[in-house]
């Protein structure tokens, strides 16, 4: 015999989890107690969708569902935004909350409402835990949330089931769903197709990290000397420094001038994985009609944002490998100076400023920070000019929310990458209103004792919208701070190491100390208001 509690404990474990994340209540302090038990870190942070953001960490660093844990009402419905950004960026999370017994919810109305109404809207699935199933429907959320695409399955458990002893019931490990190669005459036409074709081009996307094929991906296209595009998550399937990749794109109007003519040179453009939910409207069907388009994903095409001639869900690393069975290696392949120009194009457009800014600050970084560094930025004018300046040279070391694009994610998705590798250096960018949405938890950050260096670009303006307001010709209305905020002092009280920064060189000497240093630094970089004019 087992409690509920300890049953979802158990099952957790079994799938890779280590640490929980959330605020605690009366409802989930027995849960909180199992997770412990079975070894299981519970991490208090100091607001929920913050917590959610840790767990979504800790998943790309171990490749576990997160776990997000919240008490009844409030604590439910503070992790909206993170949950609907899991729905839309494509992680695995396990959403615990506790509520009520329905016998109560009957008569009793304080803090109460329908959790599973809330939610179940914008995660794949809502539970409830009942009585004779606790095992089922633990291990049925825990494939739903891995399943393609990955996303938030929620979990509501009444208290007085939480501490209830089951029965065992011998629930068989789900295995895995084997996706097959692609196949039949539509796909021996997409191999004749790559075979002649002389221009063919790569757009990869996330899938491709969830479906771990990374490496067949860079593979084919090395052999057969393919430029590749990916979103801004897909960066660095193929490491950026190589003179095929064409880095990231979705979101940088300045990119997409000159990705845009790029791609309709093509003849043939292979889309691998290719989730368009990253991308903004200008990757609306943005090939020219001739072009002929095949498309390996995880999931049915049913977005509408591009139609492909030929299309296939299966799996993507097996497939592309198949895809190429027909082609000879030394087919002519995209000759002349082509691919040299538009790498050298993409560089000169996103090269340092001149003088210290936020390019250079960002090259800097790049630079002085390890090659194996993870890192995390907010939303922001200044995420869009990172997710082309910073190289990638592995994938899944640049993390963003770049599909729901929400504010207040790069500290605690650094935390939660950070508490799961410890090993990792770990570097997390902010505009300072991003920073300003999530301070509390430097507290958090503090109590792990993580050595995380935290980079923020202080203008004391929203600079992304103030940048669209101007673009409006409207006066600046609810876009600029009325006064400076002092993020030394601020992150000093939370007893972390901090210091302004002016210039590239204290830059430069700042990150080597804080490199040295066991301790979480704070780095706050004061840039010009407008700095980001003509360059995103
Ligand atoms: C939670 C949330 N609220 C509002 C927005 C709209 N928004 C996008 S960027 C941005 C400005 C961010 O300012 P800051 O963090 O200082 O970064 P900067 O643009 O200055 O680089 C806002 C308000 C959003 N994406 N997410």
Not at 307 to 325: E, H, N, P, R, T
Not at 476 to 494: H, M, Q, Y
Request: net charge negative; glycine share 6%.
């Amino acid at each position: 015999m087992a409690t509920t509690v300890e049953l979802i404990a158990q099952r957790l474990v079994r799938a890779g989890v280590r640490n929980a994340y959330g605020i605690p209540g009366g409802e989930v302090l027995t849960l909180i107690k199992a997770l412990d038990e079975a070894g299981i870190e519970f991490v208090m942070s100091k607001h929920e969708n913050a917590a959610g953001f840790m767990a979504e960490g800790s998943y790309h660093a171990s490749g576990a569902p997160g776990v997000l844990v919240a008490t009844v009402g409030p604590g439910v419905a503070n992790a909206i935004n993170f949950i609907v950004n899991a729905q839309q960026d494509r992680v695995p999370i396990i959403y615990l909350t506790g509520c009520v017994d329905a016998s109560d919810a009957a008569t009793y109305t304080h803090q109460v409402f329908d959790h599973q109404a809330l939610l179940q809207p914008i995660t794949k699935a809502s539970f409830r835990l009942t009585e004779g199933a606790v095992e089922e429907i633990i291990d049925k959320a825990i494939a739903i949330a891995m399943d393609d695409p990955p996303g938030p399955v929620h979990l509501d458990l009444p208290i007085s089931l939480a501490a209830a002893q089951q029965s065992p019931r011998y629930v068989k490990d789900r295995v895995n769903i084997n996706r097959g190669v692609a196949s039949g005459t539509d796909f021996a036409l997409a191999q004749q197709l790559f075979a002649s074709a002389r221009c063919p081009l790569i757009v990869a996307g996330v899938e491709v990290l969830y479906q771990h094929a990374q490496q067949q991906v860079a593979q084919v296209c090395q052999q057969y000397q393919l430029p590749i595009i990916t979103s801004y998550k897909g960066k660095g399937i193929l490491s950026e420094d190589h003179p095929l990749a064409l880095g990231g794109a979705g979101l940088s109007p300045k990119a997409n001038r000159l990705l845009m003519p790029f791609m309709q040179r093509a003849d043939l453009i292979i889309l691998l994985g290719y989730d368009p939910i990253e991308m903004r409207s200008d990757w609306r069907n943005p090939w020219n009609k001739n072009i002929k388009i095949i498309e390996i994903c995880a999931t049915p095409n049913t977005h509408y944002m591009h139609q492909a001639d030929l299309s296939f869900v299966a799996d993507i690393g097996s497939s592309v490998l198949a895809l190429s069975k027909l082609r000879a290696h030394d087919s002519p392949c995209w000759e002349g100076q082509q691919l040299l120009q538009i790498k050298e194009k993409l560089s000169a457009a996103f090269a340092g400023d001149d003088q210290w800014g936020p390019a250079q600050l960002i090259a800097s970084c790049r630079q002085l920070m390890p090659r194996d560094t993870v890192a995390t930025v907010d939303t922001g004018a200044h995420r869009i000019l990172l997710s082309q300046i910073w190289h990638c040279y592995t994938a899944r070391t640049l993390l963003q929310s770049s599909a729901l694009c929400t504010m207040g994610c790069a500290l605690p998705l650094a935390v939660g990458y950070k508490k799961a590798n410890p090993l990792a250096p770990v570097i997390a960018f902010s505009g300072d209103a991003g920073l300003e949405m999530v301070l509390g938890d430097l507290a958090t950050l503090r109590d792990l004792k993580l050595s995380i260096i935290l980079v923020i670009f202080v203008d004391d303006s929203l600079a992304l919208i103030e940048m669209k307001q101007r673009a409006m010709g409207y006066e600046n209305l609810g876009v600029d701070s009325a006064e400076s905020t002092d993020f030394v002092s601020i992150a000093k009280a939370f007893n972390l190491d901090a210091q302004w920064v002016d210039d590239d060189r204290q830059l430069r000497l700042a990150l080597e100390t804080a490199l040295n240093s066991p301790r979480a630094t704070l780095l706050a970089c004061r840039i010009a208001r407008h700095s980001y004019d003509g360059k995103i």
